[in-house]
């Protein structure tokens, strides 16, 4: 049986060369299934799947790519410059602190320090407290004793959440002032009817509490932030599968208030109708997308730079021809999306192989750009080359 917290243990060599790249590979990952253990976040002889990420990326003109720390099956981010490092949430129990204790850009440890989430994907952080939105819950821990190595006794701040493991990967952020904390809840399943939270953006007091809904209609959102001059939330939303090749397109949506409906599930994504529900009559008052990317392209994290928006692409996994596998720049024009250009690029290459799936970005506390890989177990590290 194959360890669920080490995806790489047990495959069978290929060859000599490839089994001890794999054997590094399993050890070093291996090592971070250990609640508490302390490894290099950064080594001369990485993982072969990071490495040859590391060679093929090509960054935006203006930026270097670095590593930022190899992190096994990185997700989101959360950013704490008080602590010197960020917290790397996963999709399932594991969750890191990557230290940069001299602040060079450069993790010099990764902590592995809670393991025993549902999916430790929703994770957000203001100053001396971390949340994480759990499948089922939503918890929040004291950081003022925080040694980077450990989280104390979680603080239960709501315990209803729909307990379900399709699209039960949360995605968090705090408001502006940081008094209420946004969580992205997925619908269970492709395209069905939901109740209660389900296919919602939620929010609620950091202090605990029922939630209420403040964003309906939504897929399966996994990227949500605020716009820094207007604090208008912006969302990225994944369209209905297995309905084409190009439909429906993803969707970055705009929430210009409280209580907007996204369509979903009478529509798939866009504008496309879900032949499920193609007989019913949707609600009258639909918001659609500000900005839509192509079919499949699953569209996740997100973060404002320089007045525009920078969006990963995870990736199509039931598409002909596959696409995405890159982070763009989303071009503003008078406050509206118009155009996408490459950011961070390479993720797939010509021959179809896929060397990395990029999931989060995030600003690091110098100002350049991290952006977590689930793929490669990165996170990339983008530097301005001009001040």
């Known amino acids: 049986m194959q360890n ?6 047990y495959r069978q060599p290929s060859s000599t060369v490839r089994w001890a790249g794999r054997l590094f590979f399993m ?3 291996c090592a971070l299934s250990i609640l508490g253990a302390v490894v290099p976040a950064l080594a001369d002889n990485l993982p072969l799947q990071t490495a040859k990420a590391m060679s093929l990326l090509r960054p935006e003109s203006g930026y270097r790519l670095e590593l930022f720390a190899a992190v096994n099956n990185a997700r989101s981010i959360a950013v704490a410059p008080e602590l010197k490092g960020i917290f790397v949430g996963t999709r399932g129990p594991n969750l890191y602190f990557v230290r940069d204790a001299d602040g060079d850009g450069k993790g010099e440890e990764v902590n592995l320090i809670a393991d025993d989430f549902k999916m430790a994907n929703g994770i957000a952080y203001k100053p001396g407290t971390l949340f994480v939105a759990d499948q089922h819950r939503v918890v929040s821990y004291d950081l003022s004793d925080f ?11 709501f315990t209803n959440l729909p307990d379900k493991r399709h699209h039960g990967w949360r995605y968090a952020a705090l408001s502006p ?4 904390l946004f969580i992205a809840v ?3 399943c492709n395209i069905c009817k939901v109740g209660g939270l389900e296919g919602t953006i939620i929010s609620m007091p950091i202090s605990g509490g029922a939630p209420k809904i403040y964003a309906s209609g939504i897929r399966n959102s996994v990227g949500l932030t605020f716009h820094p001059d207007t604090g208008d939330l912006w969302f990225t939303d994944n ?8 439909v429906p397109r993803e969707e970055l949506n705009h929430a210009t208030a409280e209580g907007l409906f996204y369509g979903y599930p009478w529509y798939a994504g866009n504008d496309t109708r879900s032949p499920q529900f193609a007989g019913e009559t949707p609600p009258a008052e639909v918001t659609f997308p500000a900005f839509t990317f192509n079919a499949h392209n699953a569209a996740l994290g997100l973060t404002f730079d320089d007045g525009d928006a920078l969006v990963a692409l ?5 598409r002909t021809i596959p696409d995405g596998y890159k982070v763009v720049r989303v071009e503003f024009r008078n406050g509206e999306p118009v155009a996408t250009n490459p950011f961070l690029d390479g993720f797939l290459r010509s021959n179809g192989e896929v060397v990395g799936r990029p999931v989060d970005v995030k600003h690091y506390i110098d100002g350049s750009i991290l952006v977590s890989d689930d793929h490669a177990s990165a996170v990339w590290r983008l530097v301005p080359t001009k001040k």
């Open 4 to 9: 669920q917290n080490c995806p790489a243990c």
């Open 27 to 29: 050890l070093g990952f």
């Open 147 to 157: 040694d980077w190595t450990a989280l104390g006794r979680a603080r239960i701040l």
């Open 177 to 180: 002032d940081q008094s209420r």
């Open 186 to 188: 997925g619908a269970p």
């Open 239 to 246: 369209g209905g599968d297995n309905l084409g090749d190009d």
């Open 314 to 318: 995870h990736g199509s996994w039931n």
